[in-house]
């Protein structure tokens, strides 16, 4: 087990982060089956408790030694994914996969930009805005407005979770931190849904293979993935990267949902893209140009 560790560890950056992509895309999609059984917070919370505890075995040979280490960091690190996956759950039990993250975008997107003040970046932010403003005509009709409410409550606490994790992986080894971190999400979501979550476990067995499969696929190995990448890949490759995550969500939404999504929230899907590609483009050749200055 802990040469598995080792070699997640040791993985490339960019492999694990594409692999996160399109593997939170799929379990979220499975997550929405499950909706009408157990809520989007019911879900979220055998997502995150079950998702913690198969971490914590993974990583049990450090869960100790990194509970000592970052105690405030891993609660507030769960205390942010269980605001931000349950605004993120919500959202997707009122308006297609695709639009949630591309709202629940804007969040990274803000990081990148919140220190900058050149023109470029400027032009990267209107055409973020002209693609949120080609969905507010839908908000209202067919789109939830609670649900938009949502998506950009999700993206605020994504946010929240690149500047956390990121911290959080200079202190803890390997995943540890990330694995307590899910847990504590779990425990905060107990008392509201986890009596009624359990209870809908044990009347319907026959989804608990689709459980499990939310489980891998929306929180265990994308969180993995993502938190580890994030530790050593820059800041600027991870937005260009992470900016596929709109399209591919709309895709899978599509294949797997059946999702109808019009060619107004498809250019609003993919100005966003633009608008996250740009800046993370933006910020490596200004990184590139600072560290080819003489001295």
Known sequence: MKAATSRLDRAPATLLLLLAILSIQLGSALAITLFPIYGPLGMLFLRMTIGGLLLCALYRSTVGSALRQAPVGILALGLTMAVQSGSFFEALSRIPLGITVAIEFLGPLSVALIASRRLLDVLCVLLA????????????????????????????????????????????????????????????????????AVAAVVAHPETIIVIVGVVLFSATIPLLFEYLALKTMPARNYGVLISLEPVVAT?????????????????????????SIGVALLHKAEASAAQNLPG
């Open 129 to 196: 805005a002209a693609g949120i403003a080609l969905l507010t005509p839908s908000i209202g009709t067919s789109l939830d407005p609670v649900g938009v409410m949502f998506a950009f409550a999700a993206g605020a606490g994504w946010a929240c979770f690149i500047l956390l994790s990121r911290q959080l992986g200079k202190i803890v080894e390997g995943g540890a931190g990330l694995a307590l971190a899910m847990t504590v999400a779990g425990l905060i979501l107990f008392p509201f849904v986890g009596v009624g």
């Open 251 to 275: 895709v899978i939404g599509m294949i797997v949902l059946a999702e109808t999504v019009g060619l107004r929230a498809w250019i609003a899907v993919v100005l966003i893209t633009f608008a």
